[in-house]
C-alpha cells in the first residue's frame, strides 16, 4: 500500500472543536453554548446575509478568480494596491501557500509554542523544519525568535494577537526583532484578531510593507466579520510576494459567495463596533467573575481568554456535560471564547459547578 512520506506522517490531524450539534445529541439537551472557536457570537452582518442571499442564483457559474470587487474594497480600506492583497478560502489557506511558496524540503521556520497550530502543519507538509521558541509570559519572545534564525531560517510566523493566549506584541519589540530579521525571510504577521485589539502599542505592521523587509501580514473575514463558515482570509506583501504566491494559489481558491458577502460586511461598520462592544463587555464580565472566584486568567488583547488550570482535560469533560463547549489546550490550560452575555454567565456557572 502506498505510504505518504515520513513528513507527512508527522503531522496529528487538526481537532476542530465539537460541533454543538453531536454534544447536543450525545447529551439529549438543545441549549447547550459553543465558546471553542473564537468565533462572533451575534453572527454575521445582516448586510453580508443579504448578498449572500442575492448571490445564490449565479452559483452555476465559477467564481471571480481574481476576487477583483473585494480586492478591490480592500485595497480602497486598507491603502495598498490590489496587487499587494491576495484572497484565501480562510488565512489558513495562505499559510500554506506561503509555506510552498517561499520553503523547499529541509528548509527551517521560527515559531512560538504555544501558538497557531497550522504554522507547524503548513511547514511539516512541505518537509520543513520548525524550530518552535517558548512564550514568554505567555507572549511571543521576538528576541528569542530573532536569536533562532539560522542561515536555513526562511520563515518567522507571528500571531498578534496570539492564539492561544490572546496576548500582543508592542511596537518597540516588533521594531526591534525587524532589524534583526535578515533580507530574505519572510515574516508572517498573522492578525487574525487584529480588529479586537485595543492597545495603543499594538505593533503596526503595514509599516514593514514600505520596507526593505519582507512581511506577510494576514487577516480573515472569519472573526470579527461572523464568516468563519465561509472561509475568508486575506494577505497583503509587496506585489512581488504575492505574485509569487500566485503560482501556487488555486485558481478559484474563494467562492462567489464568501466574495460577495465578505466586500458587504466591509460596508457595516456599524456591526463590526457593536461586535467590538459585545466582546469588550463580555471581557469584563468574564474578567470580574473569574476575579470574584480566584481563577487566574491572562489578560487579552482578543476574542477569548486563556485560563491556566491543572487537569484542563478533566474541567473540559465536566464542562461538557454541563452543555457548555470549551476548548482544552494540553493538560494545563484552556481557552474560553468570550460570547454573549447569556453564555458568559452559562460558562461561569459550570466552572463554578465543576470546581464544585
Ligand atoms: C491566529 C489564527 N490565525 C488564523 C486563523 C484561521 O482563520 P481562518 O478562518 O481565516 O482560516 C485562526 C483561527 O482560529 C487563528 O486563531
Known amino acids: 500500500m502506498i505510504r505518504p512520506p515520513e513528513y507527512v506522517l508527522g503531522i496529528q490531524p487538526y481537532v476542530p ?104 502543519m503548513a511547514v511539516q507538509g512541505i518537509g520543513g523544519r520548525s524550530v ?15 536569536d533562532a534564525i539560522t542561515p536555513a531560517t ?25 532589524e534583526r530579521v535578515p533580507n530574505d525571510v519572510l515574516v508572517v504577521i498573522d492578525e487574525a484578531y487584529y480588529e479586537y485589539v485595543s492597545d495603543p502599542e499594538y505593533a503596526d505592521s503595514m509599516k514593514y510593507l514600505r520596507s526593505e523587509k519582507n512581511v506577510l501580514i494576514l487577516r480573515t473575514f472569519s472573526k470579527i466579520y461572523g464568516l468563519a463558515g465561509l472561509r475568508l482570509g486575506y494577505g497583503i506583501a509587496k506585489r512581488e510576494l504575492i505574485a509569487d504566491m500566485n503560482r501556487l494559489r488555486e485558481p478559484f481558491n474563494t467562492n462567489t459567495v464568501a466574495q460577495k458577502a465578505a466586500i458587504a460586511a466591509l460596508t457595516d461598520t456599524d456591526h463590526v463596533t457593536r461586535s467590538r462592544q459585545v466582546n469588550e463587555a463580555g471581557k469584563d464580565y468574564l474578567y470580574r467573575e473569574l476575579r470574584s472566584m480566584g481563577v487566574a486568567f491572562v489578560p487579552t ?34 481557552r474560553v471564547t468570550i460570547g454573549l452575555p447569556e453564555e458568559n454567565r452559562r460558562f461561569i456557572e459550570a466552572l463554578k459547578a465543576a470546581r464544585g
Open 154 to 178: 526562511k520563515m518567522l510566523f507571528i500571531a498578534n494577537p496570539n492564539n492561544p493566549t490572546g496576548t500582543m506584541n508592542r511596537k518597540d519589540e516588533f521594531d526591534r526583532m525587524m
Open 17 to 120: 472543536g465539537k460541533p454543538i450539534e453531536e454534544l447536543e445529541r450525545e447529551l439529549g439537551i438543545t441549549d447547550s453554548v459553543k465558546l471553542a472557536s473564537n468565533e462572533n457570537p451575534i453572527g454575521p452582518s445582516p448586510a453580508s446575509l443579504k448578498a449572500i442571499a442575492g448571490s445564490l442564483g449565479d452559483l452555476n457559474r465559477y467564481p471571480d478568480g481574481a476576487g477583483y470587487y473585494l480586492k478591490k474594497a480592500l485595497s480602497g480600506k486598507l491603502g495598498v494596491a490590489e496587487e499587494e492583497i491576495i484572497l484565501g478560502n480562510g488565512s489558513n489557506e495562505l499559510l500554506d501557500i506561503a509555506a510552498k511558496t517561499f520553503m523547499k524540503d529541509g528548509d527551517e521556520a521560527v515559531m512560538a509554542v504555544p501558538s497557531f497550530v497550522v504554522y507547524f
Open 301 to 334: 488583547e482578543a476574542n477569548f481568554i486563556f485560563i491556566p488550570v491543572e487537569g484542563s482535560m478533566a474541567l473540559y469533560e465536566k464542562l461538557l456535560k454541563m452543555g457548555v463547549i470549551i476548548r482544552p489546550m494540553g493538560p494545563k490550560a484552556i
Open 132 to 146: 518552535q521558541v517558548p512564550l514568554k509570559d505567555h507572549t511571543h519572545d521576538l528576541g528569542a525568535m530573532a
